[in-house]
């Protein structure tokens, strides 16, 4: 913020394009980094923001919607079994889904993925198959059913993510995207996701000696 727009009691920039106001001491922190007035701000509108969002995902709102519709006996982790049974699925060798890919996939136990897999060939939605590369390997294919409900999913969503977008500027979805990618780099960056937790424990770890 500019002095002048101090004096004058004017808005900032940032003030005038963002709506979302995140946490002051989020911001303060973000100050003593030596972030001006509006950086600062920023910083803490991201994380309100991605909080928002994070609370949305984790409703799993239309997931759930989709299955009241669909199949009310199906949970949401059937859904996205469905969806990781999906992903590159195929009929060469290589395409071949197992327990464990659908487990690693979904980021559960491979007993948790063992169970929800046998609900869904219980329930018409898979069926197994013998690996073609080891007979004694069991794979899984999703029924003409799922194929359909995947196609229908993927198809809703982007209908949605496109139609929130449809009144967006060409250059700032360019910008946003640009910028989205460049942002999400630190989730990919386990090293500096250790440097991190180190100093959350650091911190921890001096608290507790006052």
Request: proline share 2%; with cysteine; charged share 30%.
């Given at each position: ?54 609370r949305s995902v984790q409703r799993r709102d239309f997931g759930r919607l989709i299955l009241a519709r669909i199949d009310p006996s199906l949970e949401v982790s059937h859904l996205d079994a ?129």
């Amino acid at each position: 913020m500019s002095s002048n727009d101090t004096e004058t009691g004017k808005p900032d920039r940032f003030s005038a394009l963002c709506q979302t106001r995140g946490d002051q001491d989020l911001a303060d922190l973000a100050r003593g980094s030596g972030l001006s007035e509006a950086a600062a701000d920023a910083v803490a509108a991201i994380d309100a923001v991605m909080a928002k969002v994070r609370r949305s995902v984790q409703r799993r709102d239309f997931g759930r919607l989709i299955l009241a519709r669909i199949d009310p006996s199906l949970e949401v982790s059937h859904l996205d079994a469905i969806i990781a049974l999906s992903a590159g699925a195929g009929d060469t060798p290589q395409d071949e889904v197992t327990v464990g890919i659908i487990a690693e996939r979904m980021g559960i136990d491979p007993s948790r993925a063992s169970r929800i897999s046998a609900d869904l060939v219980e329930r018409g939605y898979a069926f197994r198959v013998a690996s073609q590369l080891d007979a004694r390997r069991i794979c899984l294919k999703l029924t003409a059913r799922s194929e359909r409900l995947v196609t229908a999913v993927r198809q809703t969503k982007w209908r949605i993510f496109a139609g929130a977008l449809a009144q967006w500027d060409e250059q700032d979805l360019v910008t946003f995207a640009t910028l989205l990618e460049r942002f999400a780099g630190w989730a990919t960056d386990e090293d500096g996701m250790r440097r991190a937790a180190d100093a959350v424990k650091q911190v921890m770890d001096e608290t507790e000696l006052v």
